[in-house]
């Protein structure tokens, strides 16, 4: 058996523990709970949202270069001089007008023919306004569908950034989760210890009272009664803070109560874990932040696709109607359509979109050292997260094996005690060894509920909701 873990669906008739739909590892039903809870109300994760909501948006923008853009443009102008164009009308008509009029005079009649000035007609209008609709409708322009593909890879990638957080949250709750267990089951114990040191102080007293004892075996016992409650102390404290950090991963007020799994589900999934196994052929390959950085990738080449695509020519039809001239009115000669095909295509912008097209190809190759350097670096954490389980595995089976040798010689010196026949250091001794044996069985087992957990996270095991 190469490595012990994890996949523990037998104990789903077991234990009233949460199991995964598919994979994963088993945990109490009440850690599930604040996992599910987190997921609703973090903060942080929260705080994620808004970047998923930019991606969706900004695909949407690119989507939206598919459609025709429409405009109203109402323009209104006044103006007061400028160029002119100057027509010599006068010169042209006013010598033929004389020779017509003398030639009517000749004859006995007036002259009808009057005497034209040269004309100057200026560019612009004193009065103008325009005012239309105008429809740009792209049919050739390449760049938007690399556009939209690369935006389309943005979004997932975005959305597997955040299922890696999610999952990256799960673990921090359960993590916190069992460090609180962890700290209460030791207050508990330690509780029960400081009744014998107590009872152990009480009877030494008596004893050098009586004069059975010297003052050496009194003072023993106080030390002994006071290193417990100093232990005491800071067991409170640590299950103190791991109750404030797990409620504020859940977004609750830091003292609220914290549920605990009852002791035989904990021991029931812990009698799972040391005797399942961890399946050879784990691999990082499921995790998120591969999947976040496939996408990045494919966004960047895509990119490059579209900055490539900026070099060729485009082809779009345009259409405006409305109305023009003097004054705001319809009918008659007012009203005006025009229907254009635009074909458009550079010929020099000093290199800029050359050098946009470096830039995209050097994003691309960078996203792609990330992946792979990240691919690696899960590799090597799914690797120790195993060896992890498989020491936790190891160091659970020796710390209650200990526990077990360490009650029963407990046994066996109180009786002794209880007859006379043993010395109350001896008993001390064996109430220390039995204080600690049931301490580092507590801390192994959550060791291994922490162990198994980062090893779930590491192989993606179980499904996110």
Same mark, same amino acid.
């Given at each position: ?86 027509? @010599?009308?006068?010169?042209?008509? !006013? ?28 560019? %612009? ?12 409708? @792209? ?10 593909? $690369?935006?389309?890879?943005?979004l997932l990638s975005r959305e597997a950034q955040l299922a890696a957080y999610r999952r990256e949250l799960r673990l921090t709750v359960l993590t916190a989760y069992h460090g609180y ?22 009877? !030494? ?40 950090? %797990? !409620? ?8 609220? @109560? ?54 060729? @020519?485009? %082809? ?135 162990? $198994?957990?980062? %090893? ?10």
């Amino acid at each position: 058996m190469r490595r012990h873990l994890l996949f523990v669906f037998a104990l789903a008739a077991t234990a009233p523990s949460r199991l995964p739909a598919a994979g994963g590892t088993a945990i109490p039903a009440a850690a599930a709970a604040y996992v599910a809870e987190a997921f609703e109300r973090n903060v942080a994760l929260q705080g994620r949202l808004p970047d998923l909501e930019q991606a969706r948006a900004r695909l949407d923008e690119v989507r939206g270069a598919y459609q025709p853009r429409v405009d109203l443009v109402a323009r209104y102008s006044r103006a007061d001089g400028g160029r002119t164009i100057d027509f @010599p009308t006068g010169d042209l008509l !006013n010598g033929a007008y004389r020779t017509l009029n003398d030639y009517l005079r000749s004859q006995g009649q007036p002259g009808v023919f009057p005497q034209v000035a040269n004309q100057s007609i200026a560019l %612009l209008r004193d009065r103008e306004q325009e005012t239309k609709v105008r429809v740009v409708q @792209p049919i050739y322009r390449p760049e938007i569908s690399r556009g939209v593909r $690369a935006g389309r890879a943005a979004l997932l990638s975005r959305e597997a950034q955040l299922a890696a957080y999610r999952r990256e949250l799960r673990l921090t709750v359960l993590t916190a989760y069992h460090g609180y267990l962890q700290s209460e089951a030791a207050v508990e114990i330690l509780a029960s210890a400081a009744q014998l040191t107590a009872e152990a102080v009480r009877v !030494n007293r008596l004893l050098e009272e009586a004069g059975k004892v010297t003052e050496d075996r009194v003072l023993r016992a106080e030390a002994d009664d006071l290193a417990v409650a100093q232990q005491r102390a800071e067991a409170r404290r640590d299950g103190n803070s791991a109750r404030s950090f %797990l !409620n504020f991963l859940v977004n609750r007020p830091l003292a609220t @109560p914290v549920d605990r799994a009852p002791e035989a589900e904990l021991q029931a999934l812990a009698d799972a874990l040391v005797a399942g196994e961890i399946p050879s052929a784990l691999s990082p390959d499921r995790r998120e932040e591969l999947q976040a950085l496939q996408n990045a990738v494919a966004a960047a080449v895509a990119s490059e696709d579209a900055q490539r695509a900026r070099l060729w @020519p485009t %082809l779009a039809l345009a259409v405006e109607g409305g109305i023009q001239g003097a004054g705001y009115r319809t009918g008659g000669d007012a009203g005006f359509l025009q229907g254009s095909l635009v074909a458009e295509v550079n010929l020099w912008d000093g290199r800029e979109r050359h050098s946009r097209l470096r830039q995209a190809r050097a994003e691309v190759r960078k996203m792609e050292l990330q992946l792979e350097e990240t691919r690696q670096q899960l590799a090597l954490q799914l690797q120790q997260a195993g060896d992890e389980v498989e020491a936790a595995v190891a160091a659970l089976r020796a710390s209650q094996a200990r526990s077990r040798a360490a009650s029963r010689a407990f046994e066996l010196v109180a009786q002794r005690d209880r007859e006379g026949l043993a010395n109350q250091l001896t008993f001390l001794d064996a109430r220390n060894e039995r204080t600690r044996a049931e301490l580092n069985r507590t801390v192994t087992r959550g060791r291994l509920f922490v162990a $198994a957990a980062a %090893l779930d996270r590491a192989a993606a095991l179980s499904p996110l909701p």
